[in-house]
């Protein structure tokens, strides 16, 4: 085999949108400089929000192996890991303690929310991504009411002039706030590297990888690919979908968890809203496809789809020397949103 044909490989193999978009994230990192933006620090941030990001882009692995399609309905999982945050805070804890107490708590829900989720979608087999898409946002509206009723009275989370009700958005500084970020953080200048949270990230993933590859997952994956092989091979195919979309529905909880150790903060009522399509998006740049996912294609897509986010709006603004950033973020998400989702047929392995 030549030159030529090896890089024809390559770019077939890698896939030729994905490859242009690599180049084109390039590009900026170069430009950075003459922009008046530290190319260290754009570096630290496309980590921080890889990290960020990456595990609530993994959510969307179990139910596209399944067949259920890209989880329009994440924010199921993103409410059970945000009742478990603001609990955990209501309960006290603090430091480690208060992020391994989100989590566990968070689980219960996450399990209930996606038991009767996944009956749901086994009952509209076929148009999965359309129910769960108004799922996720009835999910959202009805929870805007909850936020005002739980009865919540932790004096760090409930208004202070009406002493009941749950504020839009809650610190969780001094409890689990950076906690995995500074986990043996590297910090070289400008640069830094989020390790505690890529690694933790690194375990869930490893994990997944191991679930896909046992009995069970295997199973899971040929329902997905074949499900009249699978129902003929004695596969319980309603049995297989409701665990995946169950493990996806608390993949959510976790990931809004370790989203808001780097964010700094807990977003309620309308902010887990459009937190499906960027995750959607990043799984579908990565070479996904409505049947077909990897590890490889969460951690390709997350990267570049937080990367072009994180550099575009900072370099345009050095370029032209006005504040439009807000402007450019909208419009690169919603236009990477628009094009991975008109790609969703097309899966690299």
Same mark, same amino acid.
């Given at each position: 085999?030549?030159?030529?044909?090896? #890089?024809?490989?390559?770019?077939?193999?890698?896939?030729? /949108?994905?490859?242009?978009?690599? %180049?084109?994230?390039?590009?900026?990192?170069?430009?950075? !400089?003459?922009?008046?933006?530290?190319?260290?620090?754009?570096?630290a941030n496309v980590f921080?929000?890889?990290?960020?990001?990456?595990?609530? *882009?993994? =959510?969307?692995?179990?139910?596209?192996?399944?067949?259920?399609?890209?989880?329009?309905?994440?924010?199921?999982?993103?409410?059970? &890991?945000?009742?478990?945050?603001?609990?955990?805070?209501?309960?006290?804890? $603090?430091?480690?303690?208060?992020?391994?107490? =989100?989590?566990?708590?968070? $689980? /219960?829900?996450?399990?209930?929310?996606?038991?009767?989720?996944?009956?749901?979608?086994?009952? #509209?087999?076929?148009?999965?991504?359309?129910?769960?898409?108004?799922?996720?946002?009835?999910?959202?509206?009805?929870?805007?009411?909850?936020?005002?009723?739980?009865?919540?009275?932790? /004096?760090?989370?409930?208004?202070?002039?009406?002493?009941?009700?749950?504020?839009?958005? %809650?610190?969780?500084?001094?409890?689990? &706030?950076?906690?995995l970020d500074n986990f043996?953080?590297?910090?070289?200048?400008?640069? =830094?590297?989020?390790?505690?949270?890529?690694?933790?990230?690194?375990?869930?993933?490893?994990?997944?990888?191991?679930?896909?590859?046992?009995?069970?997952?295997?199973?899971?994956?040929?329902?997905?690919?074949?499900?009249?092989?699978?129902?003929?091979?004695? *596969?319980?195919?309603?049995?297989?979908?409701?665990?995946?979309?169950?493990?996806?529905?608390?993949?959510?909880?976790?990931?809004?968890?370790?989203?808001?150790?780097?964010?700094?903060?807990?977003?309620?009522?309308?902010?887990?809203?459009?937190? =499906?399509?960027?995750?959607?998006?990043?799984?579908?740049?990565? &070479?996904?496809? #409505?049947?077909?996912?990897? %590890?490889?294609?969460?951690?390709?897509?997350?990267?570049?789809?937080?990367?072009?986010?994180?550099?575009? !709006?900072? *370099?345009?603004?050095?370029?032209?020397?006005?504040?439009?950033?807000?402007?450019?973020? %909208?419009?690169?998400?919603?236009?990477?949103?628009?094009?991975?989702?008109?790609?969703?047929?097309?899966?690299?392995?």
């Amino acid at each position: 085999m030549d030159i030529k044909e090896r #890089v024809q490989s390559l770019v077939k193999s890698f896939g030729l /949108p994905r490859l242009i978009i690599a %180049i084109f994230l390039l590009l900026l990192f170069i430009i950075a !400089p003459f922009a008046n933006v530290n190319v260290g620090a754009g570096l630290a941030n496309v980590f921080t929000r890889f990290g960020m990001n990456a595990v609530l *882009v993994l =959510a969307m692995v179990p139910m596209i192996h399944s067949g259920c399609g890209l989880n329009f309905g994440l924010p199921l999982g993103i409410i059970s &890991g945000l009742l478990g945050a603001t609990m955990s805070i209501e309960f006290g804890f $603090t430091g480690i303690s208060s992020f391994i107490m =989100a989590i566990l708590i968070s $689980t /219960p829900f996450a399990l209930v929310l996606g038991a009767g989720y996944g009956g749901l979608l086994n009952r #509209v087999k076929g148009g999965e991504m359309m129910i769960a898409t108004y799922v996720g946002f009835s999910s959202v509206a009805f929870m805007c009411i909850m936020w005002l009723l739980l009865p919540y009275d932790s /004096p760090n989370m409930v208004w202070g002039y009406a002493g009941t009700g749950l504020r839009t958005t %809650i610190s969780v500084a001094g409890y689990y &706030g950076g906690l995995l970020d500074n986990f043996l953080r590297i910090q070289i200048g400008h640069f =830094a590297i989020p390790t505690g949270t890529i690694l933790f990230f690194a375990l869930l993933a490893f994990l997944m990888w191991l679930f896909l590859r046992t009995k069970t997952g295997t199973a899971m994956t040929a329902v997905g690919s074949n499900p009249v092989f699978a129902k003929a091979s004695g *596969v319980s195919i309603d049995r297989l979908r409701m665990l995946s979309v169950v493990l996806s529905t608390w993949l959510g909880a976790v990931g809004i968890i370790m989203y808001e150790q780097s964010y700094g903060f807990i977003q309620l009522y309308m902010g887990p809203f459009n937190m =499906a399509l960027p995750a959607v998006s990043a799984i579908l740049l990565g &070479g996904a496809s #409505v049947n077909k996912a990897s %590890i490889a294609n969460v951690i390709i897509g997350t990267l570049l789809f937080q990367g072009i986010l994180t550099m575009t !709006p900072s *370099v345009m603004n050095g370029l032209i020397q006005m504040d439009v950033s807000e402007v450019i973020r %909208i419009i690169v998400s919603n236009g990477m949103i628009l094009y991975a989702l008109t790609r969703k047929q097309e899966a690299t392995r």
